[in-house]
């Protein structure tokens, strides 16, 4: 494990205002109150909107409260996750609000709605888009009644979810609207967008979080021998360490082999039983371990003491979850470190190169909400009646010996060609399961991996993992539109990880199908024919994808793409942002890496099959022709209107 950069972090504090909280909102405590917090009142009372971009512990919630209060009660307050909601009800009635939450698992809102006039309602996005599409009485009290609405944490949507957000601000434009969120990238973006859909001003107020200083040092994985040696070397430290593992299977295998050196460690995950995982936890809190292998159970909530290091195996998703885990370290205000080892395809692109880490995860970049005014999804909700929030998969994923044991629900026909083909592997419930066959009645059948097959189950646990092939085709004869694709799977192969060298094995093959309606655009060329070219194109693709995620903050996963020996095709499905995206920057940031194929590689693609060889004059040139396309897909999309 070979460090190739290093970067100080001088962490940050929020900025005192020198007036008390409790002067902003009387119901809040006599507390100095922080910069922004006082800036966010303001613009409410010269009548903007407000985009609030604040790091953890940087007083959000107070913020938005205050905002409420000048703006004037009742205000309604819009959470991602039931778990948020939980949190944030507590919170506000400790501050003397009267809160009434408005969702599935709270009987008797609907009274305490037609009975008075609460001060604050709770609810998520899924049920405001319910009864906006119904006209329910929810719907009524937010359009009659509230004064102002709270969209918090804001980078978690997707690209789907983020523009029926949109659609919704679009319905309410007449609304006074709060946004806020810890880690959102290219905040000026948000607001343009929100501004064109509801014609007012909006500000964007920039806050400090809390953070200890610290030192990340960017490695190249080299040999998993010399990773153990080095988290030996860790496990022996005066400082304690916390190792986040990809995956289960990772952190066991880690696990085994520090333990069998007799050293003070221990792994963490859910798979565990209660029991088992208290006991790290108060071992390692007392210091009888000195570090602790997990894959996401110790990201936050969970007391475990002074640590000052934090190993990251592969970079998170999401921006929010690469700072809780950085919050465990250095919880004392003390210098903590944070070691960033390149273990896939994503970690590697972004570790290549300092700055754009420091774009990416420092600045929040990777988490710009996608949100476009010209999207088709950010209409009202109640303009295309066949649109729900969360979609309307109706394929099951279950135990293949008893149905009623549900795995996934909610899955669509697209979701079982590309992500639950026959052969495909998954965890569920701190277990790896795999898809034993074709979907019979909508349903998917699956078995825990051992019990399925015992060799499979092995080359799993050594990090082996599985990734179906499939093939794009656009129905239409355009190369670039908004129109069918029909997605199909041929099989499912088992790669190797990259230390080992073995060719990827085909573990099931047959045929799914499916028809959807995406963003599209086609490349032809004769000329993929050659693996040479198939190698570039792939490459161009890789490298196009990983870079739009750092240039827009856009998640991977939406984007789909086929290389053929005739055609490339990239879709997006749903069809959200694809032809408002900066593709054209998002080229010229591929462009500038040099990884190897197989460390640049999707986690879902097969590629490469054999050793690959790249020509860099081929991928400057693909990338050129598909960002021609992309752009003549934008002026077709507006032509269109």
Partial sequence: MRVVWSLVHDGERPEPAGVRLSSLCPRLPGVEAYKHQVDVVRAVEDGDDVLLVAGPGAGKTEAALAAAWEAGLPAVFVYPTKALTRDQEE???????????????????????????????????????????????????VVRRATMIVWDEIQYYDPRRANLVLGLIRALRDKRHLLMSGTIGSPEVVAAEVWKVTGRSIRVVHGRGR???????????????????????????????????????????????????????????GAMSRGERRWVERAFKEGDLRLVVTVRTLEAGIDVGSVGRVVHLGLPERVADFWQREGRAGRRGEPAESYLVAVDGWSSFVLERRERFERAYLRGELESAP??????LSRQPWVNPAREFYGRGRYRVVHRRDRRRVLRSG????????????????????????????????????????????????????????APATRAVPEGGGDAGLGAVRVTWGRTLLIPPPDLEYRPRVIARGRLRCRIKAFYVRLRDDRLGSPKHRDAAEYAVHALTHAIRIVEGYPTGYLGHFVGEREIVLYEWPAAVLPYLDWERAAREALRTSL???????????????????????????LRRLVGLLDSLRNRVSEDG
Avoid at 249 to 267: C, H, K, N, S, T
Avoid at 371 to 376: C, D, G, K, L, N
Avoid at 604 to 610: N, T, Y
Avoid at 611 to 620: D, G, I, K, N, T
């Fill in 91 to 141: 919170r506000m009635r400790g501050y003397g609000f009267d809160v009434v939450v408005a969702d599935g698992d709270h009987p008797g809102w609907r009274e305490r709605l037609r009975s008075g006039d609460p001060e604050v309602v709770l609810t998520n996005p899924h049920a405001l888009w319910y009864h906006a599409r119904r006209d329910g009485l929810l719907w009524e009290f």
């Fill in 211 to 269: 953070l200890a200083p610290r030192t990340f040092f960017a490695c190249r994985l080299g040999d998993w021998k010399a990773l153990v040696s080095r988290l030996a070397a860790f496990a022996t430290d005066v400082r304690k360490t916390i190792v986040y593992a990809r995956s289960r299977a990772m952190a066991e295998w880690i696990a085994r082999a520090l333990e069998g050196d007799g050293l003070p460690v221990a792994v963490h995950h």
């Fill in 371 to 376: 949100m476009r005014a010209a999207s088709p």
């Fill in 411 to 466: 899955v669509s026909r697209f979701d079982v060609v590309r992500y639950y083909a026959p052969g495909k592997t998954f965890e569920h419930g701190g277990r790896v399961w795999v898809v034993t066959g074709r979907p019979v009645d909508r349903y998917v059948p699956a078995l825990p991996v051992e019990e399925y097959d015992s060799r499979l189950a092995w080359r799993v646990r050594k990090r082996w993992w599985t």
């Fill in 596 to 622: 190897s194929p197989e460390d640049l590689r999707l986690p879902a693609c097969p590629w490469p099959l054999e050793e690959p060889h790249v020509r860099c004059s081929l991928v400057r040139r693909y």
